[in-house]
Structure formats: structure tokens, C-alpha cells
């Protein structure tokens, strides 16, 4: 398949210019590592706010390489956004920042709506604006979520074809910025792709998600706050898989088209729970069974999903991709780097972290 963006040129005036927005985030971090690693024919521009979620300590290991730049900003922001676009030019964006907790979405919807809705139509309005009439030389790369399909029974998979059916704020904001990338591809040509992927887990997530929440908690013999009666099902992929997936549909993937990324990897979350405690009483010395008694049934959370799980085929057959690591394998290697990284986890817990934890699990 040919790859618009793969001629290489070590000459920065030829060389593609890619925008990965929320790239100081979780999974943008390992985009953007990926990027800028493996692509040096590329300039990579990180566009991100530095909400509580991102962290430049996230690329401290590529921050100073010559064909990396990051850009403070607010995608919310429509004529910085313009500006930027303006005077970098880019051929094409990867679209990673967002609001991203359910949690904080239930508490404060507007600014769900703000970023992840507002923010979405600010990128496409200002690549609309610097890359017409050439549109079809350009890329604009959504990276969405499983939960726009909203919730499932004990049966049956989300297809790329699932209607939508959002039940969260967040997923509902999410929902609407990829109908807005749609409607930009059908009213203004604006060549588009969006993935749709499962939960991520690894190292650099925000310890306001659950696995972790629950690492730090054990480390800390603090209480291990499971919803509900921990029976709600989440389908997980080990981030640096996600970043793989990402590289690949946006070198490989269809100008149109929607891709699915799991790994056929359901858990409960009281199996998972469980789990991390047993390796972690293993890491930690501790006697088994010491920190599943930390594990404490809470409020369930508002209008809870009870199941996401993707059908992946279409990734795996069209495009040849598949998860590189089991999920025994990829927790043990996340709780490995939730305690070499003491610092960090120091760091993203102070401060403001700490009334939004007191609040929710007061
Ligand atoms: P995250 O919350 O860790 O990171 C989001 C990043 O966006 C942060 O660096 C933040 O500073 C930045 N940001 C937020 N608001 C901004 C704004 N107004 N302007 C500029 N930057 C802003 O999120 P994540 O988990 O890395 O998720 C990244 C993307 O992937 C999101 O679009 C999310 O919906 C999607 N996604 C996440 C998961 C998951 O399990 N985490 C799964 C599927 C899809
Ligand atoms: P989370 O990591 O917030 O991801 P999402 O809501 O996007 O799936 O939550 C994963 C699952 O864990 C979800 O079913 C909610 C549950 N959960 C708890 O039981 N306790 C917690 O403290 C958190 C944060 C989540």
C-alpha cells in the first residue's frame, strides 16, 4: 500500500511535519516516543495544554532531539489554534488530547465538552483552513475510544459497523467529536481515520484509573476502591501495543475508514484487582494474600458500563497488526515501573491530586 507520509528526507524543508495533540499524556507520550524514534524523517510537533494529566516528564528521554518540539497550548483555544496552524503547516495530525476520566466527567461535564467536542472542531476548522485545496496530500488521524459504543451485555463484540450508544459524559463527548471528524470528511474532503480502542494500561497512565490507582494504593497499604461489586468487564491493551497500532494505521490505514484495537483480553475488575495484589505481594516481599485485604467494595459508579470488548479482526486481517504482549505479562512489567518510578507517581500525586482523590472516594 502506498505511504503518503514515508518518503524520506533528512532536509528539514522537505521534511513531513506531523501535529500529535495530547502528546504529554498517557498514550500521546508513547505516540510521540514512537514517533520521534523510529521516524526521524519526520518533525514531530507535541501540541498539549499540561492539564493535571500531562507531564513532560512523560519524554524526558526524547525531549532534546533535533526533529521534536513541544508547544504549549489549548486546543479550546480557536485562533491560537489557527495561528499555529498557520505557522507550522502541518501535512498531517494525530489527535490525542482530551478530557479522558469517566470519573471527572460525571463530576464536571462542560469541560468534556470543551475539549474533547470543541476542541476536536478548532484542529479540524484550522486543517481545513491551511490545507485546501490540497487536501488529499494531508491526514487527519482521531484517536477515539471503545465506550462511544456504549455498554454491553454478557454477549456479543463492538464492530467498527456498532451503532453508536454513548452512557457517559465522557463517552458522549468523545461519541460527538467522531461524528464531527466524519461530518468534516463528508462536507469538506478532509481526508480522515479514526481508531476506537479498548482500555489501555502501562506505564506513564494517570493514578486516577484503576490499575494504577490500585498500584499505588497497595504500595501504599492504602484501601483498593472497587465499584459497585467488581463485576463490570473492561477489554485491556498494553499502551505501547495502542502506539503500534496507531503507527500502523496511519501509515497503512484507509483514508475513511474506522479501525478497532483490542486484544481480546476481558477481565472483571475484581480479577484484575486481585491479580495486582498477588504480584505485587510478590514484588513487595509481603505474605500472600496481605494486600487483598486492602480491597474495598465502594458506591457503584453513575450509570456504570457493565462491558466493553472490541472485535479486533479487522485491524488483525487488513492491516497485520497483533498485541505483542500477554496481559500477565504486560501488568507484571507495569507494576515493575510504578516502583522504579517512585518519583513520578511522587510528582502527578501531589497537589491538586490529592483534593480530587479526597473528594471522590471521601
Ligand atoms: P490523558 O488524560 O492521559 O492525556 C490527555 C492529554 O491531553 C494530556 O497530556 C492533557 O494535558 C492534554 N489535554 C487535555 N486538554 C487539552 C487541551 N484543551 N488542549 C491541549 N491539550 C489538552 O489521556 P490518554 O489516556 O492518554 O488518552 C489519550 C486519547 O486516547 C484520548 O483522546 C482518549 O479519549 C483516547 N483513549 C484512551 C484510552 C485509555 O484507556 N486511556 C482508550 C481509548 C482511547
Ligand atoms: P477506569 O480505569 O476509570 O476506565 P474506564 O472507566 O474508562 O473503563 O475504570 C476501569 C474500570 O474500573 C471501570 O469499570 C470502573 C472501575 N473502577 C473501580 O472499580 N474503582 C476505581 O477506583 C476506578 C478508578 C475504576
Same mark, same amino acid.
Given at each position: 500500500?502506498?505511504?503518503? %507520509? ?15 495533540? !495530547? !502528546? ?5 507520550? =508513547? ?9 526521524? =524523517?519526520? =518533525? ?6 499540561? @492539564?493535571?494529566?500531562?507531564? $513532560? ?18 486546543? /479550546? ?6 495561528? $499555529?496552524?498557520?505557522?507550522?503547516? +502541518? ?23 470543551? @475539549? ?37 451485555? =454478557? ?24 461524528? %464531527?471528524?466524519?461530518?468534516?470528511? #463528508? ?12 482500555? #489501555? &494500561?502501562? +506505564? ?7 490499575? +494504577? ?11 483498593? +476502591? ?7 468487564? *473492561? ?24 479501525? #478497532?484495537?483490542? !486484544? ?10 486481585? $491479580? ?13 494474600? @496481605?494486600?487483598?485485604?486492602?480491597? @474495598? ?9 457493565? *462491558? ?16 505483542? $504482549? ?7 512489567? /507495569?507494576?515493575?515501573? &510504578? ?12 497537589? #491538586? ?10
Amino acid at each position: 500500500m502506498p505511504n503518503k %507520509f514515508a518518503s524520506k528526507s533528512e532536509n528539514m524543508e522537505n521534511k513531513k511535519k506531523i501535529l500529535i495533540t !495530547g !502528546g504529554a499524556g498517557f498514550i500521546g507520550s =508513547h505516540v510521540v516516543r514512537l514517533f520521534v524514534t523510529k521516524y526521524p =524523517h519526520y =518533525h514531530i510537533y507535541n501540541l498539549d495544554k499540561l @492539564t493535571y494529566a500531562g507531564n $513532560l516528564e512523560n519524554l524526558k528521554d526524547i525531549e532534546g532531539h533535533k526533529h521534536y518540539e513541544f508547544i504549549k497550548g489549548d486546543i /479550546t483555544d480557536a485562533p491560537f489554534i489557527q495561528r $499555529l496552524f498557520e505557522e507550522t503547516r +502541518p501535512d498531517a495530525v494525530i489527535h490525542l488530547a482530551a478530557e479522558s476520566h469517566v470519573d471527572r466527567s460525571i463530576k464536571d461535564p462542560l469541560s468534556f465538552i470543551n @475539549t474533547n467536542i470543541i476542541g476536536t472542531v478548532n484542529l479540524l476548522n484550522a486543517a481545513k483552513a491551511i490545507w485546501e485545496p490540497e487536501m488529499d496530500k494531508h491526514l487527519f488521524y482521531h484517536i477515539s475510544t471503545d465506550e462511544v459504543y456504549g455498554s454491553l451485555d =454478557h454477549g456479543g463484540f463492538f464492530l467498527e459497523t456498532t451503532p453508536y450508544d454513548p452512557q457517559s459524559p465522557y463517552s458522549a463527548s468523545k461519541a460527538s467529536s467522531d461524528h %464531527f471528524v466524519r461530518a468534516w470528511r #463528508n462536507t469538506y474532503k478532509i481526508p480522515i481515520m479514526i481508531s476506537n480502542c479498548s482500555n #489501555n &494500561y502501562g +506505564p506513564y497512565q494517570f493514578p486516577e484509573k484503576l490499575i +494504577p490507582l490500585c498500584i499505588n494504593n497497595i504500595k501504599n497499604n492504602k484501601p483498593l +476502591p472497587i465499584y459497585g461489586k467488581g463485576e463490570n468487564v *473492561r477489554d485491556w491493551l498494553y499502551v505501547v501495543d495502542h502506539a503500534r497500532a496507531i503507527d500502523l494505521i496511519f501509515h497503512q490505514g484507509k483514508i475513511g475508514e474506522t479501525y #478497532n484495537i483490542g !486484544g481480546f483480553n476481558e477481565w472483571k475488575n475484581i480479577d484484575i484487582v486481585q $491479580l495486582l495484589c498477588r504480584i505485587m505481594d510478590q514484588k513487595l516481599g509481603r505474605a500472600e494474600g @496481605t494486600s487483598e485485604k486492602l480491597i @474495598t467494595f465502594v458506591k457503584d459508579r453513575a450509570g456504570h458500563d457493565l *462491558r466493553y470488548a472490541i472485535d479486533a479482526h479487522k485491524i488483525m486481517n487488513e492491516l497485520g497488526w497483533q498485541p505483542s $504482549l500477554q496481559f500477565e505479562e504486560g501488568l507484571e512489567k /507495569t507494576v515493575d515501573w &510504578y516502583l522504579a518510578n517512585e518519583s513520578w507517581l511522587q510528582n502527578v500525586t501531589s497537589g #491538586n491530586y490529592q483534593k480530587y482523590y479526597e473528594e471522590q472516594y471521601k
